[in-house]
């Protein structure tokens, strides 16, 4: 399997784990790291439709660049900005 899922996190365990890129160790860890993604997802998707889902209310943290604070207050929190 080779998918944009996996690749950062696949990338990572072959190097931890000492395994080839191109061993059966890699894609099966792949497939578990994209089949974990699509329960995710479906779980969510789920719990939405059953109206079960609450979206976590979320801010920047102070640390975050000022540009990414003003974006988020515009587009996501739609709050004025000075």
């Known amino acids: 399997m080779r998918s ?3 690749h950062t996190s696949v990338s990572k365990w072959t190097l931890a ?5 191109t061993s ?3 894609y099966e860890r792949c497939a578990k790291v994209a089949g974990e993604v699509v329960y995710t997802v479906t779980y969510y998707l789920n719990e939405y439709f ?3 889902w609450k ?3 979320w801010a920047p943290s102070e640390k975050s660049p000022t540009v990414l604070n003003v974006m988020v207050q515009k587009v996501f929190l739609n709050t004025p900005t000075a």
Request: with cysteine; aromatic share 0%.
């Open 24 to 26: 059966n160790e890699k």
């Open 50 to 52: 059953d109206g079960k």
């Open 4 to 6: 944009t899922l996996c």
């Open 55 to 57: 979206p976590v209310k």
């Open 17 to 21: 784990a000492g395994v080839e890129v």
